[in-house]
Nanobody
């Protein structure tokens, strides 16, 4: 089992920044890939970024490249999503997920956090 707790969401104006955190506990060694997904009202859950605890290059959704950065602190078992130059279309509930394969598909991720709301006003 892996437990994930997100934090850091909120309301920000367009062009602003937020940093999301995801604290992981439990069998993280068996699920080394951490991903961020988001879901806007009436839309499907959408990949944002993913990273492997064991290293390697992270992966990003095209529309967030250059604006968002995913990083990890292995000592704290925490993954971060630094979001800069936010746009109203980034508004969504952001979810942290843990899995065994670095992929943009949500199905292979076995564990999910409760989500944190990000709202970007124009």
């Amino acid at each position: 089992q892996v437990q994930l707790v997100e934090s850091g969401g909120g309301l920000v104006q367009a062009g602003g920044s937020l940093r999301l955190s995801c604290a992981a506990s439990g069998r993280t060694f068996s699920n080394p890939v951490m991903g961020w997904f988001r879901q806007a009202p009436g839309k499907e859950r959408d990949f944002v970024a993913a990273i492997n605890w064991r290293g390697g290059s992270p992966d990003y959704k095209d529309s967030v490249k250059g604006r968002f950065t995913i990083s990890r602190d292995n000592a704290k078992n925490t993954v971060y999503l630094q979001m800069n130059s936010l746009r109203p279309e980034d508004t969504a509930v952001y979810f942290c997920a843990a899995g065994r394969v670095l992929t943009s598909y949500h199905a292979p991720y076995d564990y999910w956090g409760q989500g944190t709301q990000v709202t970007v006003s124009s």
